[in-house]
C-alpha cells in the first residue's frame, strides 16, 4: 500500500523551482525549442549528398567505388594475374627409341607456327607456354641447330607475348640416350645457358616439365624413352631430371638474375576404397612429392628417404639436393587433369577419381608444404562438348585458392589446339584427335576457347594481389635465401 503522505509530496514537489532543477532545465522555452531543433538537424548522408552528389565522387575511379573491378582483355601490365595457353610440345620416344612422338609436327605447329601465335593474340592472351624442341635444336655437344626456334622466338616478340620457355619436355636429343644418363643434368645445363645467351630478353623458364611424370612414364611405369619398370631406375630418371632442372637454373640465373622459374609438376593422388589402407599406396602418394622435395630442398619424410637410399640414391647426392633451393624468383606449377586423381578399388583395378579433391585442395597441399606462389600450369578435357564446363570449375578453383589468401599468378588452358594420342599416354601411336584444344587441328574455335575469351573479359585485369599496383615489379636480381 502506497504511503498517503509520500505520495502527497511527490505531487507537491515539480512545483518547487530549486536552483539544481533550474541547471538542468533552460528558462522559459528554450529546452523545448532546443529538443526540437535537434530533431530536425539533418543527416550527414543528406548533407553530404547535398553537396557532394549522389556517388560518382571526384577521385573514385582511381580505386574507390568507381574504380575498375579487373575486368577487360588482359594489358599486359607486369603485375597483372597471368592468364596463358601452351603450345603442346611433348617429344618422347617409344618402342626402344625407334619412334619419336613429336607432337609440334603431329598437331601441325611446324606449318601453322605463324598461325597459332596469331590465335594467341586474337584471343587476347599475352603469356605463352611455349617448348623450344631440345631433341632437335641440341645436336651435339656444343652444337645447336637454332634455324626453326628463332623464326619463331622473333615472331613471338615482334607479337609482344611474354614466352614461358619449356625447355625439356618427355625426352632429349638420341645422342644423349635417355634419362638413366648421368651425363643429362651437364649436357641439358649447357642448352639451357646456350637458350639464354641467345634470348636474352626472355625472363620466364620452365626448365624441366613435369619431372616426376617424365620419371614415372620412362623408368617405372615403361612407356616412354629407356621404358624400364623398376624402381631404381625411377629414382635414377628422378635424381637426374631434377638435377638437370637446378644445373640449368643456375645457368640462366647467370644470364639474367632477375629469371623467374615456374615449375610445372603434375598434382596427382590416389584414393583407396579399401577397408585396410595399403602401405604401398601411402608410399606411393608421398613419392609423387619427390622431385619438389628434391627440387626445393625440402627434407621428405624418413620412409620416403629410405625408398630413394634403397634405390640407389647415394647419402652425397641427397647432401647435395638439400643443400639449397636453385636460384632465381620460383613458382610452383601445379596441373590438374581429371585423370589426376583415382581411385583404388577392392578388386585390384582402379578407376578415375576426377574432382574428388581437384585442384584447389591438391594445390594447397603443396603450397603448405613448399611455401611458394603458385600457378595453376595445366588443364584440359578431352570432351569438347564439356570444354567450357571444365574451363568454368577450374578457374573457380583459382578464384577459392585466391580467396583464402593464396598468391596464385596464373592460369593456363592446356593446350593451344589438339593433340594426338595423348588418351594412350603417347603410347600407341593411332594419330586419334583428342579434343582438347581452344582450337581444333584446323584451327577453328573450339567451345573452351569461347568460354576462355569470355574469361578474359571478365577477369584479364585483375592483378595479382588487391591493389597489385602498388608493388613495382622490377628487373631486380632474385636474392632473398630464407621466408620471413
Not at 163 to 179: A, K, Q, T, Y
Not at 352 to 369: A, F, P, S
Not at 449 to 462: D, T, Y
Amino acid at each position: 500500500m502506497k504511503n498517503k503522505k509520500t505520495t502527497k509530496a511527490a505531487k507537491k514537489a515539480p512545483a518547487k523551482n530549486s536552483s539544481s532543477e533550474a541547471k538542468k532545465t533552460p528558462s522559459g522555452n528554450n529546452g523545448r525549442v532546443a529538443k526540437e531543433g535537434h530533431k530536425a538537424r539533418k543527416g550527414f548522408l543528406e548533407i553530404v549528398k547535398g553537396t557532394h552528389g549522389d556517388g560518382n565522387y571526384v577521385g573514385d575511379q582511381h580505386g574507390g567505388a568507381g574504380g575498375i573491378d579487373g575486368s577487360g582483355l588482359p594489358s599486359g601490365f607486369a603485375g597483372n594475374f597471368m592468364f596463358a595457353t601452351g603450345i603442346e610440345c611433348s617429344y618422347p620416344t617409344i618402342k626402344q627409341g625407334r619412334l619419336r612422338r613429336d607432337q609440334l609436327k603431329e598437331c601441325g605447329h611446324y606449318e601453322h607456327w605463324k598461325k597459332d601465335l596469331r590465335l594467341v593474340q586474337e584471343l587476347g592472351l599475352k603469356v605463352l607456354r611455349y617448348g623450344l624442341p631440345y631433341y632437335s635444336i641440341h645436336r651435339a655437344p656444343g652444337k645447336f641447330d637454332w634455324s626453326f626456334a628463332d623464326e619463331v622466338m622473333n615472331e613471338i616478340q615482334r607479337l609482344n607475348i611474354t614466352p614461358i620457355l619449356d625447355l625439356l619436355h618427355f625426352g632429349v636429343p638420341s645422342w644423349v640416350g635417355d634419362f638413366q644418363n648421368p651425363e643429362l643434368p651437364t649436357h641439358f645445363a649447357d642448352f639451357a645457358d646456350a637458350v639464354a645467351a641467345r634470348y636474352p630478353w626472355v625472363r620466364f623458364y620452365t626448365p624441366v616439365n613435369e619431372i616426376y611424370v617424365t620419371a614415372k612414364m620412362s623408368a617405372k611405369d615403361g612407356v616412354w624413352n629407356e621404358q624400364l619398370k623398376d624402381d631404381k631406375a625411377f629414382v635414377t630418371a628422378l635424381k637426374h631430371c631434377v638435377a638437370a632442372s637446378i644445373l640449368a637454373t643456375h645457368r640462366i640465373a647467370q644470364r639474367r638474375p632477375d629469371c623467374v622459374i615456374v615449375q610445372s609438376e603434375s598434382a596427382e593422388y590416389m584414393h583407396e576404397a579399401c577397408a585396410s589402407p595399403s602401405p604401398k599406396v601411402a608410399l606411393e602418394n608421398k613419392q609423387r612429392l619427390l622431385s619438389l622435395d628434391l627440387l626445393y630442398a625440402h627434407q621428405p619424410d624418413a620412409d620416403v628417404y629410405q625408398y630413394m637410399m634403397d634405390c640407389g640414391m647415394t647419402r652425397d647426392e641427397y647432401d647435395w639436393f638439400m643443400a639449397g633451393e636453385p636460384p632465381g624468383y620460383q613458382i610452383m606449377g601445379n596441373d590438374y587433369y581429371g585423370h589426376n586423381e583415382k581411385i583404388l578399388l577392392p578388386d585390384g583395378s582402379t578407376c578415375t577419381g576426377e574432382d574428388v579433391l581437384g585442384w584447389y585442395q591438391i594445390t594447397k597441399e603443396y603450397y603448405e608444404r613448399y611455401k611458394k606462389p603458385v600457378m595453376h600450369t595445366e588443364t584440359n578435357t578431352f570432351k569438347s562438348e564439356e570444354g567450357s564446363t571444365w574451363l568454368w570449375k577450374q578457374w573457380v578453383n583459382v578464384l577459392r585458392m585466391r580467396k583464402d589468401g593464396v598468391p596464385v599468378l596464373g592460369f593456363t588452358w592446356y593446350s593451344l589446339i589438339d593433340q594426338i594420342d595423348w588418351d594412350t599416354g603417347l603410347a600407341k601411336k593411332r594419330g586419334k584427335v583428342n579434343e582438347c584444344g581452344l582450337f581444333d587441328l584446323n584451327r577453328k574455335i573450339r567451345p573452351a576457347g569461347k568460354a576462355f575469351r569470355v574469361l578474359l573479359e571478365e577477369f584479364g585485369q585483375i592483378t595479382i594481389v588487391p591493389h597489385g599496383e602498388v608493388f613495382e615489379v622490377t628487373d631486380q636480381p632474385a636474392r632473398l635465401k630464407v621466408e620471413v
